[in-house]
């Protein structure tokens, strides 16, 4: 076998840089790197002032018996981030409704603790007069596990009292309807995303939660934590392309080429297939900014569960496959989820499993997309929980996981006001998983599945599918 190397055509290797001229580009680690560079000192005072105004702490000497809890600075530039749903975001283009991204400023000192916590003082702001002092926390901060519920409390608890209605089916979601008028907040962290039927309660909406909290809108739905969302002519097109380039440049793949699919069909992967991977921490770092990169590109779902499988001791050949992932996305940059305008509330399923596909467990896989009108928002692709004695079987259980997504689905319409009035329209290709799911004659091989057998049944019984 003759190598690169040996041949003289070996491709060199270039390393992401690790210094920039663009300042503002430069995420840190430490205080004693950030004290040097004038724009993370101007962050650090700006935030500390934020934190002083909102009366976040007491100084008091420190108690003896006391846990103190250590404080640091985390150096992270924030993208106009936020987070949403695509269903909701398909009926709010559907509805023509105005859809706007706000950001909380310090959004979890808006957290009252019930409990005193004890910090201490932070590097670089430490009292000149008492510097044995220790902070008496009376807000939440980042870091401590009691804030994020502490703020989603105390931001409950204020949409509750406008008349907002938290809805059962998420709990990040919280929705007001008077008069035929309608908007619909969701809520993750500190990013929001606000739709309304009218630019006028839309208005009335932001004035009430810039009253009562310091935040910024940040106007029509452009971008949220990687995800790129475009206007056009058919809807509202969401891509990571961002993402992936920061992910190529990480692994120093950026100048890989490309393939033409994620994932070698000639062979399976299985669990101890050649030597170990040297860095199974870098193979499950790399693996899980993969796994994020689903939230738009169903066509590497698959691929992803295939690597996911075997994050806990990862092979050389489990690599190559992240490897090749990463190449079809270098040549497939901007993909993306295209999201329509539909005319109709109506619901289409599609369902597959393969069966016995894992050599390992011999359990099958089970794939489905979910399709509001004629925009996907929701798939998946997972490996089954127990070992299938039968094609139909496997085929079935399939049909059982999607029929679960679209009940759920049918249920968040219905608190949203967009009731689905016709059944769900399921395609299947297996006869055997489709008769079973309309007859409950029960035989010998099918006893086992008897619980998905009625809850199948039910939902056609009753025309929901």
């Known amino acids: 076998m003759v190598t690169r190397s040996q041949d003289g055509t070996r491709k060199v ?14 995420e840190l680690k430490t205080f004693a790197q950030a004290i040097r560079q004038p724009e993370w000192c101007t962050a650090m005072a700006e935030e500390y002032n934020a934190l002083l105004s909102n009366n976040t702490w007491d100084l008091v000497p420190s108690p003896p018996t006391v846990n103190i809890v250590g404080s640091k600075w985390v150096y992270r530039i924030k993208q106009k981030s936020d987070v949403t749903i695509r269903l909701v975001l398909t009926l709010g283009i559907s509805s023509s409704w105005p859809i706007h991204q706000l950001d909380v400023k310090n959004a979890f000192l808006n957290g009252e603790l019930e409990q005193p916590v ?3 003082q932070p590097p670089g702001f430490v009292d000149k007069h008492h510097p044995d002092y220790v902070c008496r926390l009376k807000k939440a901060l980042y870091g401590l596990k009691q804030a994020p519920r502490a703020w989603f ?13 938290q809805a059962q089916n998420d709990s990040s979601m919280f929705l007001y309807s008077n008069r035929g008028s ?32 310091l935040m910024t809108d940040l106007g029509p739905l452009n971008y949220l934590l990687g995800v790129f969302a475009t206007r056009n002519s058919d809807g509202i097109f969401l891509e990571q392309s961002k993402s992936v380039l920061d992910l190529l440049d990480r692994t120093g793949m950026s100048d890989c080429k ?5 994932l070698d069909s000639r062979k399976k992967l299985v669990l101890n297939d050649g030597p170990r991977h040297s860095d199974p921490s870098g193979y499950r770092s790399i693996v899980g900014a993969l796994q994020y990169l689903t939230f738009t590109r169903p066509d590497i779902a698959f691929s992803i569960q295939q690597v996911s499988q075997y994050m806990h001791s990862p092979t050389v050949y489990h690599f190559q496959a992240v490897k090749r992932i990463l190449r079809y996305l270098k040549g497939t940059l901007h993909y993306g989820l295209q999201l329509r305008r539909i005319k109709t509330i109506s619901l289409h399923l599609f369902t597959d499993a393969d069966w016995a596909g894992c050599l390992d467990t011999r359990r099958s896989t089970s794939g489905f997309c979910l399709f ?35 009940t759920w689905v049918r249920q ?54």
């Open 258 to 262: 490309s393939v033409a699919t994620p």
């Open 118 to 120: 004890y910090m201490s």
């Open 372 to 406: 509001l009108g004629n925009s996907l928002i929701s798939w998946s692709s997972k490996k089954q929980s127990i070992v299938s004695r039968s094609s139909a079987e496997a085929e079935y259980r399939a049909i059982a996981n999607v029929v679960a997504e679209a």
């Open 13 to 26: 290797r270039h390393l992401p840089s690790l210094v920039s001229t663009t300042l503002s580009l430069i």
């Open 182 to 213: 309608m908007a619909v907040l969701l809520l993750y962290v500190d990013d929001i995303i606000l739709i309304a039927s009218t630019s006028l309660l839309l208005s009335s909406v932001l004035s009430l939660l810039k009253k009562e909290f």
């Open 412 to 465: 968040l319409l219905h608190e949203l006001y967009f009731p689905v009035s016709f059944p769900t329209i399921l395609y299947c290709d297996n006869i055997s998983a489709l008769y079973m799911s309309t007859n409950l004659v029960q035989h010998q091989r099918t006893k086992h599945i008897e619980i998905n057998l009625h809850f199948v049944h039910d939902k056609v019984a009753s025309q929901q599918v």
């Open 153 to 165: 409390h105390r931001f409950a608890s204020f949409l509750k009292s406008c008349d907002f209605i």
